[in-house]
């Protein structure tokens, strides 16, 4: 998949914000919407 910029959006890009999002350092986030989009929604 890719936006206006032709920045192909891959895996590794997904993983890497599940991978903050289970980790510890982000046990105060609660209840947020979080894109992982290169910026398409900014």
Known sequence: ???AD???VNTGD???AVAFLT???A???TGQK???DG???A
Request: a positive charge; charged letters at 15%; aromatic letters at 4%.
């Open 1 to 3: 998949m890719a936006h």
């Open 6 to 8: 032709r920045i192909a």
């Open 14 to 16: 997904i993983a890497g």
């Open 23 to 25: 980790s510890g350092d």
């Open 27 to 29: 046990r105060w986030i």
């Open 34 to 36: 979080i894109s992982v």
């Open 39 to 41: 910026g398409l929604t």
